[in-house]
């Protein structure tokens, strides 16, 4: 059975990434829920803890957020998740990445995509972002990434985002 790994700061987009989780089990497929948030509490249950996040970076959770500093905590978080993803892929445990939110889990969240482009098999491995602002996601070989969306509201209900119109579109999963 496939198993998509769920990206996302569960801070601030828990209820999103409870949601597409149960959606993603009910087509049949397992997940693993990934959590690199640092400043509030987790809105769901995460699979992989956001403390292994920042482990697998060398970081420590508590200290990112004591230290105030919003791009060094991202750019830690991204660098464990990178690294968590890498391990899922070589453990055979990743056959599709999702990340949900804005700018910062944009940030981390496609830092691990591009690092699994660059891995023997990723041509089978599915890649999604979708974000309020801009998401690159590059194919393999390639000099730069393409947009995976444009930053725009019909752009972003293209590519189903998980807004109140495509929750009624689901009914087999509980809200």
């Known amino acids: 059975m496939a198993t998509v ?6 801070d601030t987009k828990g209820g999103e990434f409870d949601f597409l989780r ?13 959590d690199a948030g640092i400043l509030g509490a987790p809105q769901a249950d995460a699979d992989i803890s956001r403390e292994d996040v920042a ?23 991204a660098a464990g998740a990178t690294a968590v ?6 453990e055979g445990r990743l056959h599709g990445i999702i990340g949900l939110g804005g ?3 944009s940030a981390l969240a496609t830092e691990a995509m591009r690092a699994l482009q660059r891995q023997p ?3 089978q491995l599915g890649l999604a972002q979708g974000v309020g602002g801009r ?12 947009p995976a969306l444009d930053d725009d509201r019909q752009g972003w209900r293209r590519v189903g985002a998980l807004n109140r119109p495509r929750r009624r579109k689901w009914p087999a999963v509980d809200r």
């Open 5 to 10: 790994v769920l990206l996302g700061t569960l």
């Open 22 to 34: 149960r959606a993603i089990q009910a087509a049949g497929c397992d997940t693993i829920l990934v």
């Open 55 to 77: 482990a697998a970076a060398g970081a420590d959770v508590a200290a990112l957020a004591a230290a105030g500093d919003r791009g060094a905590a991202v750019s830690a978080m």
């Open 85 to 90: 993803a890498l391990r899922l892929f070589g």
């Open 103 to 105: 700018t910062g889990n």
């Open 121 to 123: 098999g990723q041509q």
């Open 135 to 146: 998401a690159a996601v590059g194919r393999a070989g390639q000099g730069h990434p393409r």
